[in-house]
């Protein structure tokens, strides 16, 4: 029975010393350095967003070659006049690529922009509103360019 035990207590801290040994050898970089001081800034933005009602729609799917990419923007469901919106544009696979540009407002609410997608892949698309030099906003979605 003794030894039982002893075998079962050997193998299991093999295990153990062995799952270790592969998470660290193969640590893929998930994790977020400074976590809490993002994580602060992330819910201030969020209640900021909240509570002035801020609202901005998806693009449309991006395509291969050049888009023409609109946004609408209110604010307690009136179109947003004020702030200033930036688009970044990025691929999953290759950072050569990443682009940020400034979304210029065409009508009341309507802002228009034009990015280029260069080969097919996973892409990354983030908008940020800023008013008076300061994030209010920032909303994120990818997209499978084929």
């Given at each position: 029975m003794?030894?039982?035990?002893?075998?079962?207590?050997?193998?299991?801290?093999?295990?153990?010393?062995?799952?270790?040994?592969?998470?660290?050898?193969?640590?893929?970089?998930?994790?977020?350095?400074?976590?809490?001081?993002?994580s602060t800034c992330y819910f201030q933005t969020k209640a900021l967003e909240e509570k002035l009602g801020i609202?901005?729609?998806?693009?449309?799917?991006?395509?291969?070659?050049?888009?023409?990419?609109?946004?609408?923007?209110?604010?307690?469901?009136?179109?947003?006049?004020?702030?200033d919106l930036s688009?970044?544009?990025?691929?999953?696979?290759n950072t050569r690529?990443?682009?940020?540009?400034?979304?210029?407002?065409t009508s009341p609410g309507i802002y228009t922009t034009t990015a280029s997608i260069p080969f097919k892949g996973m892409w990354f698309a983030r908008i940020d509103l800023k008013q008076h030099q300061q994030l209010i906003t920032s909303k994120k979605w990818f997209f499978n360019v084929r």
């Open positions: 003794k030894l039982t035990i002893s075998i079962i207590y050997a193998c299991f801290f093999t295990a153990m010393a062995c799952g270790l040994f592969v998470a660290y050898k193969y640590a893929d970089g998930l994790v977020e350095s400074n976590y809490y001081e993002n609202a901005i729609s998806r693009p449309d799917t991006l395509k291969l070659g050049s888009n023409t990419i609109h946004v609408k923007a209110t604010s307690h469901g009136k179109p947003l006049e004020t702030g688009l970044f544009i990025g691929n999953l696979s690529y990443d682009s940020t540009m400034t979304i210029r407002q």
